[in-house]
């Protein structure tokens, strides 16, 4: 099992927050109503949110070999969006993946799940999930470009913080590394 803090693709870099990473965090999208729309965690209304998720991030660090990761532009330096692992088990995590407005429609998000896969792989995952709002065609889309497959449409299944207080269809995705192996 590698652990792995850092990591450069083509175009970005994968790596672990820290603290002074709160406020570039807060304003490029963790407070965007519309970035935020589909996501299972609460948009965050001040600053300390954002601290608080960098304080959950760093517990994730101590204990598992990975956790939540910032993407950046390998270029310009500028804070695109984060993604990461969230181990449930030595061999099973779930992961999501979110990025600023300004940075939608580049092949980011997909180049930084293939990315994340690779990470999972080398610390020792065997299942890798996701779930995504039935009517997130994008995220779904990324899911399938990185090789997950589509196991299920759970009805009525999840409470999307940031909509309207209703039980919604969530599309299940799972990639198995064994099937590859
Ligand atoms: C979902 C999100 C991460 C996608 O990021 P991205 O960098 O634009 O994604 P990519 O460019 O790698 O790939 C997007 C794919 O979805 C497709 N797509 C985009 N909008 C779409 C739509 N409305 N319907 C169908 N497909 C769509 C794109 O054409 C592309 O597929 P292609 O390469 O085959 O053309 C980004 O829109 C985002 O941050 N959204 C808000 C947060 C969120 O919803 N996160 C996912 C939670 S499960």
Known sequence: MRRCERVETDRLILRRPVSEDAEALFGRYANDREVTRYLSWPR?????????????????????????????SKESGLLLGSTGLAFESSQRASTGYVLAKDAWGKGYATEALRTVVEIGRAAGLVRLYAI??????????????????????????????????????????????????
Not at 52 to 68: K, L, M, T, V, Y
Not at 143 to 160: I, N, S, T
């Open 44 to 72: 965050h209304t001040s600053v300390e949110d954002t601290r608080q998720f960098i304080a959950f991030s760093d517990r994730e660090w101590e204990c598992r070999p990975a956790g939540p990761y910032l993407v950046e």
């Open 132 to 181: 995504c709002h039935s009517e997130n065609a994008a995220s779904a889309r990324v899911l399938e470009k990185c090789g997950f497959q589509r196991e299920g449409l759970l009805r009525r299944h999840f409470e999307f913080p940031n909509l309207d207080g209703g039980v919604h269809d969530v599309l299940h995705y799972g990639f198995v590394y064994e099937m590859l192996r």
